[in-house]
């Protein structure tokens, strides 16, 4: 009979954590693409502008639009790590236990389980694991990790 696999562990939510958060979860890469709705804002404000009888000003607010869109677009990163900054989560500490039920993460306002069976989805890279579950994705840093915690994930989630 094995004997149950038993991992605890903390880490501090501060901004090189939040940081490597976003750039190892975030879904989109930063491309010409990403800008689609801002081109979309300039392609109304070219037509509205062009229409004689309608008035700049509302030419100008699809201006505006379209530049407020790109920038939330370019600094998305900047503006996730503030938000998370400001919330009433930085610099929490952050327990987590991993065992053969899943993994187990509290603070002092939010106690939160993974279990196995509920995961969809893993894509692991070089820093963390990114767990796909029903209510949405959650990251594991590998930098609070063991390397026998880390062989115990992958057995888990099964990812070679």
């Not at 004997?3 to 190892?24: A, G, M, N, R, V």
């Not at 008035?55 to 990163?77: H, M, N, P, R, T």
């Not at 610099?91 to 053969?100: A, C």
Request: contains cysteine; aromatic residues 16%; hydrophobic residues 45%.
């Amino acid at each position: 009979m094995s004997e149950s696999f038993l991992y605890t562990t903390s880490y501090q939510l501060d901004k090189p954590y939040f940081i490597e958060c976003f750039e190892e979860s975030a879904e989109k890469p930063l491309n010409a693409k990403s800008f689609t709705k801002s081109y979309g804002f300039l392609a109304v404000a070219f037509a509205v502008f062009a229409m004689a009888e309608v008035s700049d000003y509302l030419a100008w607010f699809f201006v505006g639009l379209a530049a407020v869109e790109a920038l939330s677009i370019y600094y998305q990163k900047a503006w996730w790590v503030t938000r998370q900054m400001w919330s009433r989560a930085s610099h929490e500490t952050v327990s987590i236990q991993i065992d053969d039920t899943g993994i187990q993460s509290q603070t002092r306002h939010l106690t939160s389980t993974i279990e196995w069976q509920h995961i969809t989805a893993v894509a692991e890279s070089d820093r963390g694991f990114v767990f796909s579950i029903e209510k949405g994705r959650s990251y594991l840093s590998k930098s609070c990790l063991t390397e026998e915690a880390i062989a115990f994930i992958k057995a888990q989630i099964n990812v070679d």
